[in-house]
Nanobody, 126 residues
Framework: QVQLVESGGGLVQAGGSLRLSCAAS????????TGWFRQTPGKAREFVAA????????YYADSGKGRFTISRDNAKNTVYLQLNSLKPEDTAVYYC???????????????????WGQGTQVTVSS
């Protein structure tokens, strides 16, 4: 009932920046929060950041604090993830996901999210 499409990934040198987009369609008013996760081969999917659709409050994993910024444009049903000061260890497929259940607490667990995009590849060269 919610479709998500990520874009904006690519190849960037260490220290560079990218802005990822997550465009939602379908029952977008049912979205409570949108999160970003990343995954490398052989690793579990890792929480990066999340934003509350209505309040705009945000939450970051330690890995991205001070470097990453999550934001939203509700008129466009789009959530962004600004990646700055990128490091090789940031290389991963980045996914956005939405959570419909309303909660005052952000969740870092992928099982809490209902819908997922196809992912966009971010590669950071050293």
């Amino acid at each position: 009932q919610v479709q998500l499409v990520e874009s904006g990934g690519g190849l960037v040198q260490a220290g560079g920046s990218l802005r990822l987009s997550c465009a939602a369609s379908g029952r977008t008013l049912s979205i409570s929060t949108t999160g970003w996760f990343r995954q490398t081969p052989g690793k579990a999917r890792e929480f990066v950041a999340a934003i509350h659709r209505s309040a705009g409050s945000v939450y970051y994993a330690d890995s991205g604090k001070g470097r990453f910024t999550i934001s939203r444009d509700n008129a466009k049903n789009t959530v962004y993830l600004q990646l700055n000061s990128l490091k090789p260890e940031d290389t991963a497929v980045y996914y956005c996901a939405t959570r419909s259940r309303a909660s005052p607490q952000f969740s870092i667990y992928e099982g809490s999210y209902d819908y997922w995009g196809q992912g966009t590849q971010v590669t950071v060269s050293s």
